[in-house]
């Protein structure tokens, strides 16, 4: 998004931060001639756990493994007709204290020569502190005059694929090669950003896209396969439509635009002494895939009443809303949950959890 780009660039200095240290966020500071609105704020970690109460409710543990944000009644069942995420939890990792959503998505692990592994940290994205944890966007139309309909309760959605082998389907899922310092001004998961993982160490890090639908079907808040009641405009999108493009006959609701953005601190491992003798890059998801293309992630509505849609219709931008209420990340990090299945997800270890050895 070139118009992030900029944004990015305007942060002020010292805003930066790569660290996960626990200061107070410094303001995201956009040029509002030239940035269109939209939400974008820091979401700390909640849990690294193998659960996933979308795709395997109720099974503990799940086939792979998650970092997961949001609210804390995150657990391995949250029935949408019984659980309440509101209601239910207590505090919230992200900015915004009406968000009591759930995000989550797949772990990223380094491979050593041996064939032990280590989980690759997280840190906060550029403008933004916490404890690891993700960047999540919510992108209304640019044009002011288009609505956007925030989510109802209950809704959840899909995007990726934990189980291919293949470059996917969905537009924008990616994964971009972070520069030392500041940001690329390419779009989004164009040239480049690549499904697969980077080829060559990455001096900033590596961060992972995922974008989902803008396209609702005006009934369902959620399908089995958590994908059919939402989808992609026909034509256009949030980067190059001011009304977000044109949403298909079947999806003619309009929602906002959700990404999730992740930066793995790959940098430790930029020694390419510790890569494959083959050369090949050493990264893995926590599905076992050395290539890349399953990285997915997946969204549980919790917003608190209207406030969702408040901010949309506000055109809020940034991670300072006047129609929303803020904590301080002194805050946000001390909502954290224990682990449920007892994994190893900080030390060395001969498998990623769940997952056999690679050959």
């Not at 900029?6 to 942060?11: K, Q």
């Not at 694929?161 to 470059?167: L, T």
């Not at 060559?200 to 089995?224: H, K």
């Amino acid at each position: 998004m070139q118009w992030k780009a900029l944004a990015i660039a305007l942060l002020i200095e010292g805003g930066a931060s790569q660290g996960t240290s626990v200061v107070s966020p410094t303001p995201w500071v956009p040029v509002p001639s030239a940035i269109p609105p939209m939400l974008r704020f820091q979401c700390s970690q909640l849990v690294i756990e193998r659960l996933d109460p979308l795709v395997s409710p109720g099974s503990v543990p799940s086939p792979h493994l998650h970092q997961i944000v949001g609210g804390n009644s995150f657990n391995a069942t949250m029935n949408p007709a019984t659980h309440d995420l509101v209601k239910a939890s207590t505090c919230t990792t992200c900015t915004f204290t009406e968000d009591f959503s759930n995000y989550w998505t797949a772990v990223m692990y380094f491979r050593a020569r041996n064939g032990t592994y280590k989980r690759v940290p997280q840190r906060p994205n550029l403008g933004l502190t916490g404890n690891g944890g993700v960047t999540v966007y919510y992108i209304p139309p640019h044009d002011r005059n288009v609505n956007v309909t925030a989510f109802k309760p209950g809704f959840r959605m899909l995007v990726g694929d934990a189980a291919s082998n293949k470059p996917g389907q969905d537009p924008k899922v990616c994964h971009r090669c972070m520069p030392k310092e500041g940001e690329n001004s390419n779009l989004n998961c164009a040239a480049p950003d690549t499904q697969s993982f980077p080829k060559e160490p990455c001096a900033g890090g590596i961060r992972s896209v995922l974008t989902f639908p803008t396209c609702w079907d005006g009934v369902n808040t959620d399908t089995p396969d958590h994908k059919s009641h939402v989808a992609y405009p026909t034509s256009g999108n949030t980067d190059s439509a001011p009304d977000a493009g044109t949403c298909p006959d079947t999806h003619p609701v309009k929602i906002p635009q959700v990404m999730l953005e992740t930066i793995w601190d790959t940098t430790q491992f930029n020694d390419k002494e510790l890569w494959p003798e083959d050369g090949s890059q050493p990264f893995a998801w926590s599905t076992n895939d050395k290539h890349g293309y399953t990285q997915h992630g997946d969204y549980v509505f919790g917003w608190k009443d209207d406030s969702l849609q408040r901010a949309m219709d506000a055109r809020c931008t940034g991670d300072v809303c006047s129609v929303l209420s803020s904590q301080k990340v002194e805050d946000s990090v001390k909502c954290t949950l224990d682990q449920t299945v007892n994994d190893d997800v900080d030390g060395w270890v001969a498998a990623i959890p769940g997952q056999m050895p690679m050959a």
